[in-house]
């Protein structure tokens, strides 16, 4: 009978071994569930920052490019003042250069007239 006892006792150790070793292989597999579940989380976290960041990178993109378009319009503007501005000069040395020949051309009279009458009182 003890010897039933002591078959007893050794196929309860075994059982409880067996038991203990299938609750460590069930603990391990949960783990690494937890841990494939933690990194599923990590990359999901990390899909949404660079999504973030996409956003951000469009939305500095689309300003850019208006300011670029802003800058564009203001050199066109800017270009043509410079061309206005450079007709007006153009105009006004034009006005001052036929000024300048009216003034020589009267000055040329004024002499002429000036010496026909010198030349008449000498004779």
């Known amino acids: 009978m003890r010897k039933l006892q002591q078959e007893e006792a050794e ?30 989380d990590e990359i999901a976290e990390r899909e949404l920052e660079l999504k973030r960041k996409d956003e951000r990178v469009k939305d500095t993109l689309h300003a850019v490019q208006a300011e670029a378009a802003r800058v564009k319009k203001d050199m066109t503007v800017t270009k043509l003042h410079a061309q206005e501005a450079h007709r007006a000069s153009q105009q006004w040395q034009e006005k001052q250069t036929e000024k300048i020949g009216k003034d020589k051309d009267q000055l040329l009279e004024k002499y002429l007239k000036s010496r026909g009458q010198h030349e008449a009182e000498l004779r």
């Open 11 to 40: 196929r309860r150790k075994q059982e409880q071994s067996e038991l203990l070793e299938q609750e460590r292989i069930a603990r391990a597999v949960v783990e690494q569930e937890h841990q494939k579940l933690s990194r599923s």
